[in-house]
């Protein structure tokens, strides 16, 4: 079976960075397209970036050009690098995975879920 677990939450202040990892068990990440997700609270989840096997990516434009996300085959792991951080930005970060490549980052269209990280942004 495949496990996602994500790790390197925590509270930080405007205007920071923080990088959230996701470590993939029970499959080689190269044969996974990865993303992720995020929800705040009281509100909807929502797309946050995507990363397909061969390295492309796609992002939200809420974070595009301050989120980066990457992954390394070596370890089995995906990053979120998360920089000029803001209060909107508080959310429970959850990564995703799905074995085709193809441009529908809905939540639906991922098979493989992580349980969340809580990242926190005081303003």
């Known amino acids: 079976q495949v496990q996602l677990m994500e790790s390197g939450g925590g509270l930080v202040q405007a205007g920071d960075s923080l990088r959230l990892s996701c470590l993939v068990s029970g499959r080689n990440l190269n044969s996974l397209a990865m993303a992720w997700f995020r929800q705040a609270p009281g509100s909807r989840r929502e797309f946050v970036a995507h990363?397909?096997?061969?390295?492309?990516?796609a992002y939200a434009d809420s974070v595009k050009d301050r989120f980066t996300i990457s992954r390394d085959n070596f370890k089995n792991m995906a990053f979120l690098e998360m920089s000029s951080l803001k209060p909107e930005d508080t959310a429970v970060y959850t990564c995703a995975g799905r074995n085709l490549e193809y441009s529908d980052y809905s939540a639906r269209e991922y098979e493989f879920w992580g349980e969340g990280a809580q990242v926190v942004v005081s303003s």
């Open positions: 990363i397909n096997r061969g390295g492309s990516t």
